[in-house]
């Protein structure tokens, strides 16, 4: 329950009761945001009163008389009224005008009531008024968190890039300084290290580009029915030098074809994020096995490794942006921390999902489920 | 290295490879024999056998206290060894740590905390104070 403060101001003592009365055991409910909302009443007589009350403690509802003793209610408007303010004026007046109307709406009114007025046309009006405020109420709230969880991406990522970058002007510094001497072949370990945290810092902003097109809406996609398999053959390909180096086998497990409407660029961005996952959180001479089927328009695909696996406690982290799972197994395995977020945000355009389950010490399976039939949502054909 | 000034050895843990690199690089030119460790296990590993002149430590690794631990373990075996504490905390979550006082001294076995990033002169400053003692 919600209660709304509500200032009437009218010279008339019958008139403040009557809207006093009608409103304060009035309880409305609004649906959409599953709410009930009640009217506490303070009353005012005059201009100057209203003026003095409304800077004091502001109403989120007034109910202001055109008609008032020394100043008009269009004075009271004008006084009252700032940018900011989230307060909804309902004018009342015996003789609304066209003018008065304009003039009135022109300095912030939201509605009129024209006098004389029964309970049932006050209500309607106090309704109309009580529902605007709390959905733009509920708006504002809603873009306050967006940004804030803005802020937070921005934070993580602006640390994130940092981190390569002290890196590397660690190491020059060093180097510029001459600290192991002229032979350039003493340093060799640290022009490796820097040139492997460059290429992390170069996938990360790859893998961001990525998310952002993704969730940005504006890269166009490019559905049509496609077969996947050779999407799949291609993304072990990318991964294979990588397995090759640990000894790993990448084996397939599917049908010669299976079609599906899609983009192929995103299902290859899936694929190569889940295999080179595979790989490398895989031991040496290990294994990664996918499997491949299409069960009523449904294809799931499963990537399986013999890998480090995870507790329960770390799988429920997963696909938190920038979440690397740390610990002995992993710190030496380079990531952007991006890779299953992305994953994630592909599955959602094929109305699907993406699941895990995991041992540690034996290896983990992702598996995500696509919808073979997705068409482009009206929500992304307007962006 | 002369008789009357032997090289010390100190012990550097930090789960990051290129800050554990470039500070062994800077320490040895600076003439101290370094020992290095990737986390508190292979730290705890090593000082069963070593006694180092004085350890450098990381605070969060694979446990956002490691560091706290490492230095708790190696001040009960090792009293005499100072203990510097370097550690991102406060540029990370804006959380002040010091070991000034002597509440805080009593439970944060450090001699020293400093703060990521470090200025390596800074550190060499603290580590030439800490073993004139």
């Not at chain 1, 055109?66 to 009271?76: A, D, F, I, R």
């Not at chain 1, 809406?217 to 799949?232: E, F, T, Y």
């Not at chain 1, 799988?315 to 890779?339: A, D, P």
């Amino acid at each position: 329950m919600q209660y709304l403060r509500t200032l009437i101001v009218d010279d008339e003592p019958g008139m403040r009761l009557g809207i006093q009365k009608a409103l304060s055991k009035y309880i409305m409910r609004l649906p959409d945001v599953n709410e009930e909302i009640g009217f506490v009443i303070d009353l005012a007589e005059t201009g100057e009163e209203a003026i003095e009350k409304i800077n004091a403690n502001r109403p989120d509802i007034l109910l202001l008389d055109y008609k008032l003793p020394s100043m008009s209610g269009l004075e009271v408007l004008e006084q009252v009224t700032s940018k900011d303010s989230e307060m909804v004026t309902i004018m009342i007046t015996a003789y609304a005008s066209l003018e008065t109307a304009v003039t009135a709406i022109k300095r912030g009114a939201f509605d009129f009531l024209a006098k004389p007025f029964e309970p049932a046309e006050l209500k309607k009006t106090i309704a109309k008024a009580a529902q605007n405020l709390i959905l733009a109420r509920h708006i504002r709230k809603l873009e306050q968190e967006k940004r804030q969880v803005r802020f937070q991406f921005i934070s993580v990522l602006g640390h994130e890039l940092k981190s390569p970058l002290n890196a590397v002007e660690g190491y020059l510094n060093i180097m510029n300084e001459r600290v192991s001497g002229n032979d350039l072949s003493a340093y060799q370990q640290m022009i490796s290290r820097s040139l492997l945290r460059i290429n992390g810092m170069r996938k990360m902003i790859a893998d961001l580009l990525d998310l952002t097109r993704i969730e940005s809406g504006q890269k166009k996609r490019d559905l049509a029915k496609h077969d996947i398999i050779p999407i799949v053959r291609i993304a072990m390909e990318t991964a294979l030098p990588s397995a090759q180096a640990k000894g790993i086998r990448v084996n397939l497990h599917s049908p010669s074809s299976i079609e599906m409407n899609c983009d192929p660029g995103e299902i290859e961005i899936v694929l190569n994020n889940l295999i080179s996952n595979a790989v490398k959180y895989n031991r040496d001479n290990g294994q990664v096995d996918i499997d491949i089927w299409n069960e009523e328009n449904k294809v799931t695909i499963a990537v399986k490794d013999t890998g480090v696996g995870m507790t329960p406690e770390e799988s429920s982290k997963l696909f938190s942006e920038f979440l690397r799972i740390k610990n002995e197994k992993t710190r030496n395995i380079m990531g952007s921390g991006l890779g299953l977020s992305i994953v994630k945000k592909v599955a959602t355009l094929y109305e699907g999902n993406v699941t895990v389950t995991s041992t540690p010490d034996v290896g983990s399976v992702f598996t995500i489920v696509l919808n073979a039939n997705t068409y482009p949502s009206t929500e992304n054909d307007s962006k | 290295m002369s008789v009357e000034n032997p090289q010390k050895t100190i012990l550097l843990v930090d789960d990051d490879i290129d800050f554990l690199l470039q500070n062994q690089t800077q320490l040895k030119a600076a003439g101290y024999h370094v020992v290095t460790a990737e986390s508190q296990k292979d730290a705890e590993e090593l000082l069963k056998t070593l006694k180092p002149d004085m350890a450098i430590l990381d605070l969060m690794m694979e446990q956002v206290d490691g560091g706290f631990a490492l230095a708790y373990h190696l001040k009960r075996k090792y009293p005499d060894v100072p203990v510097v504490i370097c550690t991102a905390v406060t540029s990370e979550t804006g959380m002040e740590f010091d070991a000034a006082t002597d509440e805080e001294k009593s439970w944060i076995k450090a001699d020293y905390f400093l703060p990521k990033p470090i200025r390596f002169e800074q550190l060499l400053a603290e580590i030439e104070r800490l073993l004139k003692k």
